[in-house]
């Protein structure tokens, strides 16, 4: 039970190679610098971006294979890979609450159950008092619960995280850290966190993996792997 | 920044030729105004001709705008996502209407839809279809001057569109239509109500292109522009009372949504 990825991204460039197995129950940290792909190879796993040759499965799914003799693509409605995306990226025009149920609604579930359920999930994250909010109402902290509580009510296989504590105020920081450690120890399917946070990832992952960038002339090889 | 610092940064003179700016964009409408016979406003108003051209006005201009929104969005879409060899002069092609003189538009409208054009001579071949000096003259001639604003509008709004809101929507299970309708458009949805009045505000004054492709036949392509420049060139004081009307139209369109314009206006020019 892992997701496996073995995969090429090309760009001008830019060239990014990935080469992992992240086991059910591992919270795998990458780090990297700036601009090396962490955020990219997010989106590849969660199907924003398709790779340019390669395989990333899941268990016996496959999401993404390229190969001279093979095409498949799993559209991200249908991979069920949570993402958090850095800053929240919570819906300008919906409510704390609108924007916990948007999931359970894609996924063809009723208003009144979406939103029965969507008041839980906010009651389980202790902002049900911030149901009628909009996130431009929210402090960074806030959103971030409201972004956590509308990925984790799909109940994704897999859950992926975009710099979760960055932007945040010490304290918020702390209660996020604390909220994520709590998560990730219930969650059973493979975590991947991107973050430049030492303290963080010491504290949240499992184990590591560094994005290892290598210059040439006109381009950029970056490589993944344990 | 406050109001106090800005005026000081103000070069000297610059208030005064401002002032002169207004006065010359003002002048000429408050000119009209005055000279409105308001003794025989209603009358004007309600006589056929021009109650008739009013309703070909809403009626076509409503078409043609609802046309420009139905196509101009994908290829704003596709203008603001995609990064294709050759996109610069696709884009220039597609903003050339807002520059071209509208009777070049006219001329060009005939010799691609006229009886003797490129595609109206195999429309007539086949199905005996003639477009040209048609009603359907008329919305196309409007669509044709007026969708560049859309583009314009929408391109820009699509390109300011935070992506990973789409990116969060997919990943939550919506598909692309849904995420499209439940997502994107209400989020640029100040934009869209600004492309939509710009547009329309320009189909509704379509005057050259008209008069070029579909001709000047009262009830049927007698647009109020062109009841208007008939009625002025008889000497006929309904002129002005259509002008006024159509000039209030314009202007309370703009006032009421003057936030969604003003702000779409700004975010294209960066």
């Given amino acids: 039970m892992s997701l496996r990825l073995d995969f090429v991204l090309e760009r001008r460039n830019f060239n990014l190679v990935v080469d992992l197995v992240v086991n059910n129950g591992e919270v795998l940290a990458i780090t990297g610098p700036n601009g090396s792909g962490k955020t990219t190879t997010l989106h590849v796993i969660a199907g924003l971006l398709p790779c340019t040759h390669g395989l990333i499965s899941f268990d016996d799914v496959i999401f993404d294979a390229r190969s001279d003799t093979q095409s498949v693509f799993l559209q991200p409605e249908h991979r069920r890979v949570g993402v958090v995306f850095q800053g929240g990226a919570l819906f300008p025009h919906l409510d704390a609450l609108q924007n916990t149920a948007y999931g359970l609604r894609a996924h063809g579930i009723s208003a009144s159950d979406a939103t029965a359920r969507a008041h839980q999930m906010l009651h389980t994250f202790t902002i049900d008092h911030l149901a009628t909010s909009f996130p431009h109402q929210l402090s960074g902290g806030q959103q971030q619960r409201v972004a956590l509580a509308r990925t984790l009510i799909t109940q994704p296989d897999i859950l992926v995280l975009d710099e979760p504590t960055t932007g945040l105020d010490s304290e918020s920081h702390h209660d996020t850290v604390q909220l994520l450690s709590e998560i990730f120890a219930t969650f059973a399917g493979p975590v991947l966190l991107v973050s430049h946070q030492r303290d963080d990832i010491s504290a949240l992952a499992t184990s590591t993996a560094a994005i290892v960038v290598n210059r040439a002339q006109n381009t950029t090889l970056a490589i993944l792997q344990r | ?270």
């Fill in chain 2, 1 to 270: 920044m406050t109001h106090r610092s800005r005026a000081v940064n103000s070069p000297r003179g610059f208030s005064a030729v401002a002032i002169a700016c207004g006065v010359l964009i003002a002048l000429p409408l408050v000119a009209l105004v005055i000279r409105v016979p308001w003794s025989q406003f209603w009358l004007s108003l309600s006589s056929d001709a021009a109650t008739t051209a009013l309703s070909l006005s809403i009626r076509t201009s409503l078409i043609s705008t609802s046309l420009a929104v139905v196509t101009g969005l994908p290829l704003a879409w596709l203008l603001a996502h995609r990064n294709f060899r050759g996109i610069a002069i696709v884009r220039a092609l597609c903003v050339l209407p807002m520059v071209l003189p509208p009777v070049v538009g006219g001329v060009a409208l005939l010799y691609a839809f006229g009886t003797k054009g490129v595609v109206g001579s195999a429309l007539n071949d086949w199905w005996g279809v003639r477009l040209a000096f048609t009603q359907t003259a008329a919305v196309l001639a409007q669509y044709f001057v007026a969708v560049p604003f859309f583009i314009v509008v929408m391109e820009s709004a699509f390109q300011q569109f935070d992506q990973r809101l789409a990116h969060a929507a997919r990943t939550l299970g919506a598909g692309a239509w849904r995420t499209l309708v439940t997502i994107t458009l209400p989020v640029v949805r100040p934009a869209l109500i600004a492309g939509i009045v710009l547009t329309w505000a320009r189909a509704l004054g379509e005057f050259g292109a008209t008069i070029t492709f579909a001709g000047n036949t009262p009830g049927r392509t007698q647009t109020l522009p062109l009841a208007i420049y008939m009625a002025f060139e008889n000497g006929d004081d309904q002129a002005l009372v259509l002008s006024f009307v159509m000039m209030t139209v314009s202007f309370v369109a703009l006032v009421l949504l003057r936030q969604h314009w003003i702000s779409a206006l700004k975010r294209g020019g960066q």
